[in-house]
């Protein structure tokens, strides 16, 4: 009886910490993305495809993922590089953003923002769940 009490105790401990753990990182993902709308808006499908004729269009997915489909007008600059190739994008146009499902697009926003970068929007729900038009190849 008491082994079982024992493991019972463990694994209601191990269960506390497991859920303790995912809170925090569900916190830090919200709060980072708190931060970000200060300088950076989420825009719907819909809005995304109104300012895409004015705006950069930026595809941070891999060359890969870029070839096997992309929002049409889309350049690609694959998040790695971006700290190497972002002087290739004019600050003083708006820079629309994606990947699959916006988590770099948060990170690339924060950099640009960095450097000087003001006009920023990230495609809310990412390229996952795009509709619009696509080019491939």
């Avoid at 990230?122 to 390229?127: A, D, K, M, R, V």
């Amino acid at each position: 009886m008491l082994i079982a009490s024992g493991f019972a105790t463990t694994l209601l401990m191990f269960l506390l910490a497991l859920l303790a753990a995912i809170a925090v990182v569900a916190a830090f993902r919200y709060w980072r993305i708190f931060r970000v709308k200060k300088y950076t808006q989420f825009l719907s499908e819909s809005q995304f495809q109104a300012g895409i004729r004015k705006a950069q269009v930026i595809d941070l997915r891999e060359d890969q993922s870029f070839e096997n489909g992309h929002i049409l007008g889309a350049r690609n600059i694959p998040y790695a590089s971006l700290k190497m190739m972002y002087q290739q994008l004019r600050p003083d146009l708006p820079v629309y953003l994606y990947d699959q499902t916006k988590v770099l697009s948060v990170q690339a926003a924060k950099f640009l923002h960095q450097q000087g970068f003001r006009e920023l929007a990230i495609l809310n729900e990412g390229y996952q769940k795009w509709d619009g038009k696509v080019k491939k190849g």
